[in-house]
């Protein structure tokens, strides 16, 4: 069983940068689809962007795209999201989430069995 550990979040202006981290422990993360999900207040977490088990696949929310790059270091067990240009509009509550069945990137959040505890990115304008 692999237990996950976000860090990275903050304040930042709009159109700026961060890049949060994802930490695993317990098992090997190369066994595990990962992904990144959001949720602001009020809000139903929403699915960011996911990677497959290896790294070579990869897949991003409209809303993100050409913005936000996920990628996953298997040797250091440890998954990443580089967030530039950020917008106000991406507030919320970041969650990595990891999985170890099926064959491509789910992007429905009851896929996914582990959850780390979040870690929140404020935006201002």
């Known amino acids: 069983q692999v237990q996950l550990a976000e860090s990275g979040g903050g304040l930042v202006q709009a159109g700026g940068s961060l890049r949060l981290s994802c930490a695993a422990s317990?098992?090997?993360?190369?066994?595990?689809?990962m992904a990144w999900f959001r949720q602001a207040p009020g809000k139903e977490r929403e699915f960011v962007a996911g990677?497959?088990?290896?790294?070579?696949?990869?897949d991003y929310a409209d809303f993100v795209k050409d913005r936000f790059t996920i990628s996953k270091d298997n040797a250091e067990n440890t998954g990443y999201l580089q967030m530039n240009s950020l917008k106000p509009e991406d507030t919320a509550v970041y969650f990595c989430?990891?999985?170890?069945?099926?064959?491509?990137?789910?992007?429905?959040?009851?896929?996914?069995?582990?959850w780390g505890q979040g870690t929140q990115v404020t935006v201002s304008s």
């Open positions: 989430a990891a999985h170890g069945r099926g064959w491509a990137i789910a992007r429905d959040r009851n896929r996914y069995v582990y």
């Open positions: 317990g098992g090997s993360f190369s066994g595990y689809f």
């Open positions: 990677i497959t088990r290896g790294g070579g696949e990869t």
